[in-house]
Each structure stands twice: as structure tokens, then as C-alpha cells.
């Protein structure tokens, strides 16, 4: 069964603190591809990152981080020097049959 | 470029009605895909269509249907209204549609429907 568990449901934390969302999959797929995105308040979800099962390396964007690790089935998202606008909803996704299997997502509340 | 627009953005129905909702994708994208956002539930697979037709679709009654025109513009239709179809419904567009080689996604603002 393919399955995405983020078993932090709200996460608060103050401004400039790093702060790390973890995201775990199942799949028995082989070849599958995994997505985290941002929904703030308006609703629209936000691309962040894509990676693919083949490419375990980490992946480093200005503040955002994420660490691949096959071996744990975890594709968890670091957020270094937190930011109040970082405040969101984040959702780790696992891409299957021509659809997304989304995780439940873990409230990210950035205090100033 | 205009990114993917969904009309109504906001709309009211009552039990037993049918609503329609529309996505139109970002130009050039052939692929678009449906989701139901709940409190309850979460992020939902509804249908996913490429190039007018249907390629997967989720665990939902038949009472959801969707369609994809040959301008890639897509239209979803809920039947017979329940009070827990009350959602947030989401589109999404993509050049090549989420799939071994999937792209990535954008997603418009979505249709928020309250089913009185």
C-alpha cells in the first residue's frame, strides 16, 4: 500500500529557531518520485521540491534543506533561521499512478 | 504566465443539487488533476486527465465526475450533493501530468464549496 505518514501535526516554534518536518512514505514501487509542498492561508498550494527514488542526494535551497534517506523511507524538510512568512500548512506528497498520495500535513507556526 | 485559474472560487449549494467547477490550466499544459481538501480527510485524489482522457482516478462515488476539453480547460461535477461533500477542491495543471516522469504540479486557489 502506498502511504505518506507526517506524524507532527502542528510544530510552533520563534523566529530564527531551525525547525525540521519529518515526512515518511510506503511504496512498493521502485521508481516513485516525492514532493513537499507550502499552503499558507490563501489556499494555494505551493511547489517546493521534487525528487525522484534514484537521487538520494541532499538538496539544499537558501534556508530550505531535505535529506532523502531510502534506507528510512523518509524525505524529511529542514527549515534553518525560521521566518513569521514560513508560517504554513506543509504537505510531503509520494507520486504514484498518476496521482499524489499526500500526507496529512503538519502546521509549521513561526512566532515573532 | 497565468497560472491556474478555478471558477467559482467560492459557492453555496443545498442537498440533492449538483454543482460544476472549472480549472483551466497554464497554457501548454495537458495535464490536470483533481483533489478534495477536507479537515477531516486531507488531500484527496479525485481524476487526473491528459489530453481529454481520464487516466486514474480515486476512491470516490460515481456522483463525481470530471472532463477534459481539447483546450486542456477541465470541468469536475458532483451530483446529488452531501453535507460531508462541503470541501475545498482543488486543480492542478502540469506539463507532462504526475506520472513515472512526473512534473511538477501548480495548483490554483481552488473552488470552496459549503453543501447546506
Known amino acids: 500500500a502506498q502511504k505518506v505518514t507526517q506524524a507532527q501535526t502542528e510544530i510552533s516554534v520563534v523566529e530564527k529557531e531551525d525547525v525540521t518536518l519529518d515526512c515518511v512514505y510506503e511504496t512498493r514501487d521502485t521508481t516513485y518520485y516525492l514532493f513537499w509542498y507550502k499552503q499558507p492561508p490563501s489556499g494555494e498550494l505551493v511547489f517546493l ?12 535551497s537558501g534556508r530550505y534543506s531535505w535529506n532523502f534517506q531510502k534506507s528510512t523511507s523518509s524525505f524529511n524538510f529542514t527549515i534553518t533561521a525560521s521566518q513569521v512568512v514560513d508560517s504554513a500548512v506543509y504537505f510531503c506528497a509520494l507520486e ?4 499524489l498520495i499526500w500526507g496529512a500535513g503538519t502546521k509549521l507556526i513561526i512566532k515573532p | 504566465k497565468a497560472g491556474v485559474t478555478q471558477t467559482p472560487r467560492y459557492l453555496i449549494k443545498t442537498r440533492g443539487q449538483q454543482v460544476t467547477l472549472s480549472c483551466s490550466p497554464i497554457s501548454g499544459h495537458r495535464s490536470v488533476s483533481w483533489y478534495q481538501q477536507t479537515p477531516g480527510q486531507g488531500l484527496q485524489f479525485l481524476f487526473e486527465y491528459f489530453s481529454e ?6 476512491n470516490f462515488p460515481g456522483r463525481f465526475s470530471g ?3 481539447s483546450n486542456s480547460r477541465s470541468e469536475m461535477n ?3 450533493l452531501e453535507l460531508g461533500d462541503s470541501a475545498l477542491y482543488l486543480c492542478a495543471s502540469s506539463s507532462v501530468g504526475a506520472g513515472i516522469d512526473a512534473g511538477e504540479l501548480f495548483f490554483g486557489e481552488g473552488s470552496r464549496l459549503t453543501v447546506l
Open chain 2, 78 to 80: 458532483v451530483s446529488t
Open chain 2, 67 to 69: 472532463r477534459q476539453f
Open chain 1, 96 to 99: 504514484s499512478n498518476y496521482q
Open chain 2, 53 to 58: 482522457t481520464q487516466r486514474n482516478k480515486g
Open chain 1, 49 to 60: 521540491i521534487r525528487r525522484n527514488s534514484f537521487d538520494e542526494q541532499n538538496e539544499i
